[in-house]
């Protein structure tokens, strides 16, 4: 049968052994059990410490999504100097730490020391120089520590009947409190004369103009200047 129109050529590959190639994939439901068990094996093994560290907020990448913000991977170490939390303090207070994020404006900054601070607040007393990782939480929604060790506990650790009351906390830790959208719609109106005799186009050439030769107009305005106020020299 001859070709027709501007279409593909017939050129098939079919000896490759393709089905050794085939990936499969029967055992999507025990994987979702398994990894279940495996949250509920790691709860019991951190308990009575939360399941989850405090995380930062920080926008999405690129254009389409950086109006988004989610949970990031930790906190910077300028925002933990801002919050008064030393480095290696932090990790023992269920504060994830991530030394290679940067802060790129003083909104982002603000935002995670605030949270920081509010975090830190949920405590009675914290003291710096402990060194444990035994963190939980009252049923009054407030973080306490328990101490590294029992017999010799330090400034800012639970006391016994403090202990006894603590429960797990799961899930997550301060999550993103997403609010209403502070992009408004406007209504559809009618186009006013003065929008339709505005050239957008032009105006912008007219800007970017102006700004390219501000200097040269600059250096010329300056020339007429002096050369107004140079003495003329008279013809003998």
Known sequence: MPAKRNGLIPNGHFRKDWQRFVKTWFDQPMRKKRRHVTRVQRAARVAPRPTQRLRPIVNCPSVKYNSKRRLGRGFTLEELKAAAIAVREAPTIGIAVDHRRGNRSVESLQRNV?????????????????????????????????????????????????????HQLVGTLLPVRRGKKYVKSEKARAVTDEEKKFAAFHTLRKARSNARLVGKRAKKAKEAAESLDAPKKTKE
């Open 114 to 166: 605030q949270r920081l601070k509010e975090y830190k607040s949920r405590f009675d007393t914290i003291d710096t120089c402990f060194d444990t990782s035994m963190l939980t939480m009252l049923p009054s929604h407030r973080l306490v520590v328990f101490p590294l060790k029992a017999k010799k506990p330090r400034k800012g650790d639970a006391s016994a009947e403090e202990q006894k009351l603590a």
